[in-house]
């Protein structure tokens, strides 16, 4: 597994742009999908953005033997890749350490299942709520999965449903455009 940040000013092509109702959701697209082109060339795996046709949100046209997730927030992009054979489903969210969230608004991704280590920490929850979200969304079928249908226990997730752990998380920081990026990764197993 591995996962790389593209982040700056950098130009993205007319094509692209075009593609897109707002500048801002063409950067988000172009930024993440470089990072995600970044990890298959560290993999030794040669592509280009034409090749990153990404079916069921996991899965690459031209690459099946590998699982991805994206993410993405303000004038950055990540991606994540990991090999078939290292996890059933892959997930990732990003945010910058300097977003605030609102204690009232907890209550839709908050639950008396989740155990946090190392505080009270909500943005830690989130980006572990979200990238766990993106890991099991693919694999619930019979219903619309919520981020109160998970819970988190430190550096595992599950669904509340069934108290048995399902995956891991792993939880980076990152010095992005000189702040600090949590980078959350959810491997379900």
């Known amino acids: ?7 700056g000013n ?21 930024y993440s999908r470089m990072a995600l082109l970044e990890c298959l060339q560290s993999m030794d795996q040669p592509g280009e953005l034409t090749d990153l ?21 303000q004038n950055v992009g990540a991606g994540v890749i990991a090999a078939t054979k290292e996890c059933q489903s892959i997930g990732m969210d990003i945010e910058f350490c300097t977003r605030l969230i609102d204690p009232k608004t907890s209550k839709f991704f908050k639950t008396l299942h ?3 280590h190392g505080g009270d920490n909500l943005l830690w929850l989130w980006v572990k709520k979200e990238a766990s979200f993106k890991a099991l969304s693919s694999t619930i079928l019979n219903k619309t999965l919520v981020l109160t249908d998970i819970w ?11 108290p048995q752990t399902l995956g ?19 491997l379900l197993f």
């Open 1 to 7: 597994m591995i996962y790389k940040i593209f982040s």
């Open 10 to 30: 950098a130009p993205i092509p007319t094509d692209i742009l075009k593609q897109f109702t707002s500048s801002v959701r063409a950067q988000s697209y172009y």
């Open 53 to 73: 046709n990404i079916i069921n949100h996991h899965h690459l046209e031209k690459f099946p033997n590998f699982l991805v997730s994206l993410s993405h927030t």
């Open 114 to 116: 989740d155990q946090e």
């Open 152 to 162: 988190i226990r430190g550096d595992e997730f599950g669904l509340i449903k069934n």
């Open 168 to 186: 891991k998380i792993i939880l980076n920081e990152e010095n992005v455009l000189g702040q600090k990026l949590l980078v959350a990764i959810a």
